[in-house]
């Protein structure tokens, strides 16, 4: 039996002799196999011959166990050097101060952090979204925003949502606004799109700022949505976002998507952009004389209106308190398309916001709209194309990734792959700079790539499209029926949303 069992751990050198169970990742896993220690060995050790070779194989294990360990050791030792570099002290050049010079390449250890919890928390917009055409809920957020964080295992984070935002689904984005099939749903004409969220007084002193965050949800189940957009740039100021200059244009799709509501729909009474802009004046009111930041964050079509409402909320000066401090203002985006022309671009970088987009090379939306007119043409043909209604330009700094150097992924061509969220934040974790070697920093599990696509390689054996509320959201009622629960209801719009309204000068009757 002895022999047997030795015999099948031979063919596998790199797993260690300490009793661990084994996971792909190096991480713990709920199997339960286990590898026999070093002691067990000795102690079922055969006749002389085979127990000097089993003890000669499993100390040459041990030493490369060792070595792993020291490498393991060195690397703890670099990451605390870096980490002695406190966040508290360095947030504004993290977010954008000096345009991220210097921090890109090689990638900066604390950059890095920031860029994947910002990430996470866009990430959270999709995990809390129920996407399920037969469950009555389908366009809303799984949980009331009081437990929002705790329930998606976040409250790490230390942040409390202070409000959800809701868009209406009139807008002709079929593959973005998700519709129930039952007659009697939470709402027929809206959707929820994202929410705001305060740092709690603990993160705040960790920090080093009271940071407002917003999160926007995007599209992960098919990219078709380009194909909705219609493609056409008109000025910012035609749906009455203030813009003293004409020329300055965006998408029209994602103008409309930001600007329109539906006054018969309690959730869309107040358009998107009046949520944000009622939300972040109070919020500044309410933390006046505290050092703030204002970050916002979004994948896809959620990065679009990350950089619309960072405009929106610069241009209409809600960045500056009441005794003129100005608040800083980044948007750290994923996966984001064009939003506007040369002259937004230019627009956006005069009122000081920063923009970091990180971007898969191999995603095509980054590359849309503005497939033949952009930022890559000559400055003197895009001069000559820049009244064009489809002529765009990228905003900020752009940091490419490439899944091609992750050992842990497919080599596919799935265009969904390439533009998976998850996938960008476990390239984030293994990325240094231009050049270097991918090496995970952070321990962040690669399996989460998994969960809503099939990515990872099949050697890993973690299933693709993995994650899914248990029994579908299925529960079994008191006389044995397997039905929907039902859900709190959600909140709307707080009450003083129409008086900040008045105060800014959008007040209309609702």
């Known amino acids: 039996m002895a022999i047997s069992i030795y015999s099948t751990l031979l063919p596998f050198p790199k797993l260690s002799v300490s009793s661990r169970k084994y996971h792909p990742f190096g991480g713990s896993n709920p199997s339960n196999l286990t590898i026999p220690t070093t002691s067990t060995v000795c102690t ?48 504004r050049e993290l977010h954008g101060q000096d345009d991220w010079v210097g921090l890109l390449d090689p990638m900066d250890p604390l950059l890095r952090s920031e860029l994947i919890r910002y990430g996470e928390m866009a990430q959270a917009c999709y995990d809390a979204f129920d996407f399920d055409p037969f469950s009555k809920y389908c366009g809303s957020c799984r949980f009331v925003h009081r437990s929002f964080f705790p329930s998606l295992g976040m409250a790490h984070h230390g942040y409390y949502v202070s409000r959800y935002l809701f868009a209406t689904s009139n807008i002709n984005l079929p593959n973005f606004f998700k519709k129930s099939r039952w007659p009697k749903v939470w709402s027929k004409n809206a959707n929820w799109i994202g929410y705001v969220a305060v740092s709690d007084d603990e993160t705040t002193a960790r920090l080093g700022r009271r940071d407002i965050s917003i999160a926007w949800r995007g599209t992960v189940t098919r990219l078709e949505w380009i194909v909705d957009l219609m493609d056409f740039l008109k000025p910012i100021s035609g749906n009455k976002i203030p813009c003293p200059d004409p020329t300055v244009k965006v998408e029209s799709g994602f103008l409309d998507l930001y600007t329109d509501k539906d006054e018969t729909c309690r959730y869309s009474t107040f358009s998107a952009r009046e949520q944000i802009l009622t939300e972040i004046k109070r919020l500044v009111e309410k933390y006046s004389g505290e050092e703030l930041s204002i970050t916002i964050t979004g994948h896809s079509l959620g990065s679009a209106l990350a950089i619309l409402s960072a405009y929106d909320i610069t241009e209409t000066g809600l960045n500056v308190t009441a005794d003129g401090q100005v608040v800083p203002v980044s948007v750290l985006s994923f996966a984001g398309p064009r939003v506007g022309n040369v002259r937004f671009k230019e627009r956006l970088e005069s009122l000081g916001v920063k923009v970091l987009r990180v971007v898969n090379v191999h995603d095509v939306v980054p590359k849309s709209p503005g497939l033949f007119f952009n930022e890559h043409v000559a400055p003197r043909l895009m001069k000559l194309a820049e009244g064009l209604p489809w002529s765009y330009s990228h905003v900020g700094v752009q940091l490419e990734l490439d899944h091609k150097n992750s050992p842990f992924l497919k080599q596919t061509s799935d265009p969904v792959c390439a533009h998976n969220l998850e996938a960008h934040l476990h390239l984030l974790d293994g990325y240094h700079g231009k050049g270097h070697r991918f090496v995970l920093a952070s321990g962040r599990d690669p399996a989460l790539v998994n969960k809503a696509s099939d990515f990872l390689k099949d050697h890993y054996l973690v299933p693709p499209y993995w994650r899914q509320d248990e029994n579908k959201g299925m529960v079994r009622s008191k006389d044995g029926r397997w039905i929907q629960p039902e859900r709190p209801k959600l909140d709307d719009h707080p009450e003083d949303t129409h008086h900040h309204l008045k105060q800014l000068g959008l007040a209309s009757d609702h």
């Open 44 to 91: 079922k050790a055969l006749h002389s011959k085979t127990s000097d070779s089993l003890t000669s194989i499993i100390t040459e294990l041990e030493k490369e166990s060792l070595n792993k360990d020291d490498q393991n050791k060195r690397q703890e030792d670099i990451n605390t050097t870096h980490d002695e570099r406190r966040l508290s002290d360095v947030w």
